[in-house]
């Protein structure tokens, strides 16, 4: 029943946004939010067939998502358009708390300790010809260095915790990559994570859960790392250049690199090499990093995968393998979390609405949060699982879902998913 009472939370946490029409306003906020949760939860490709399609699912939208008014179309973008994003991303702490209360956060910890967060940076929105006064913008030129064209984005960079031993991730916050009010230059995926960072802190339990922080190479920075400092982050950063790799480069040339070799599941040969207690960079010498490798060799011995990084948790012979498989763990945000939510049915890059406001990123915001709850139903909920296993791939799932929603009454999702797995039967009478 994971899902359904994931609803009904995140039900209660729609009716606490803070109103921003007029007060005679007829349809309550909340259900404009549940809708368009609905709509990312249901996966249907876009706002239009998602209110042609309400005659069918009147009485089932209301018995499972709990939507008594079903808006126009406008209507629920204009509702949505102004919406603070911060009242939607506190609503991240109802998947959240379910995560911590049912022990998977406990599970899902790293090196005996961490929760292990991943972030990375995805488009969500792109047009030639709609914008708004947080696009970013992108000047496309030709060979002469003519401008061609102007193309108008939304960016997000999210956190997903993740494990490298489990495959399911979960959404922890995102943050929108847009231009900020007042300025006239493009926003940066950096500034983002400083405006993330405090949020995650926020949504996670600080007393019970440490957290560690895994991010790519655009990250290693003096600033950065005291702001993760600041909020009690670890880091496993990646990293290619810089004063850094110099050291490493004499440590390695003076053979004073340590070296552990181990062979993968797969049969190849991976050789991992780390020294501690290296300076980041001039500009930030009281900064103190650990650096470390992976080299990864096939059976016939050619190099097949190379990486470095560096981290604030002190290497050893025996948290060196780990350390390397939470760095190659990063891949996870990109496989698991965007392809899955541009190409696996959730429709993130389609164009649901731009609004004047923030309507992008509120629907981007919502398509994580249907996202989240799916990954805790296939994590915890059977009834999930034996439908995802009877339909084989998540897009047949998803079809099929839609299908007996559209079709038959239904109390909840968890008696959807146990007619697609064939747990309960309908007996129907011949139409003749």
């Not at 708004?132 to 030129?141: F, G, K």
């Amino acid at each position: 029943m994971a899902t359904d009472q994931l609803i009904q939370g995140l039900r209660q946490k729609f009716e606490a946004v803070k109103e921003h029409r007029y007060k005679n306003a007829q349809i309550p906020l909340g259900d404009f939010l549940q809708s368009a949760f609905a709509m990312f939860h249901l996966k249907d490709p876009s706002l239009h067939h998602y209110r042609i399609s309400y005659p069918e699912r009147e009485a089932n939208l209301e018995r499972v998502y709990q939507i008594k008014s079903l808006p126009s179309d406008s209507a629920m973008r204009e509702g949505i358009d102004y919406i603070a994003p911060g009242d939607i991303q506190a609503c991240f702490k109802v998947p959240l708390q379910t995560l911590g209360e049912e022990g998977f956060m406990d599970e899902y910890r790293v090196l005996g300790r961490y929760n292990c967060l991943l972030f990375d940076g995805t488009q969500h929105y792109c047009s030639c010809s709609t914008a708004c006064e947080h696009c970013l913008t992108r000047e496309h030129r030709n060979k002469k260095g003519e401008v061609t064209k102007t193309t108008y984005h939304h960016q997000a960079l999210a956190a997903v915790m993740a494990h490298h031993g489990h495959k399911e991730v979960f959404p922890v916050c995102c943050e929108a990559i847009v231009r900020q009010d007042g300025s006239t230059k493009n926003d940066c995926e950096l500034n983002a994570g400083k405006r993330l960072i405090p949020l995650v802190r926020g949504l996670l339990p600080k007393e019970q859960h440490e957290l560690l922080g895994v991010f790519d190479g655009l990250y290693p920075n003096g600033p950065f790392i005291r702001m993760l400092q600041e909020h009690e982050m670890r880091f496993v950063i990646g990293i290619q250049e810089g004063y850094v790799i110099i050291q490493t480069e004499r440590l390695r040339a003076a053979k004073a690199l340590q070296e552990h070799s181990w062979l993968a599941t797969d049969g190849q040969r991976c050789v991992a090499r780390w020294h501690n207690q290296l300076v980041l960079n001039g500009q930030n010498q009281d900064i103190e990093v650990n650096y470390f490798e992976l080299e990864q060799f096939d059976t016939e011995g050619q190099r097949a995968y190379f990486n470095s990084w560096i981290t604030d948790i002190a290497i050893s012979q025996e948290n060196i393998v780990e350390l390397t498989l939470i760095g190659r763990s990063r891949w996870k945000i990109e496989n698991e979390t965007f392809n899955t939510l541009k190409n696996q049915g959730y429709h993130l890059e389609h164009n649901y609405g731009h609004g004047e406001k923030y309507l992008a990123t509120n629907f981007m915001l919502l398509a994580f949060l249907a996202f989240c709850v799916d990954q805790i139903a296939q994590k915890m909920d059977q009834a999930f699982d034996k439908a995802l296993k009877y339909c084989k791939t998540k897009k047949k799932l998803w079809e099929k879902i839609r299908q007996v929603f559209d079709l038959l009454p239904c109390k909840s999702m968890n008696v959807i998913y146990r007619f697609i797995a064939k747990d309960i039967q309908v007996d129907f009478p011949l139409l003749e």
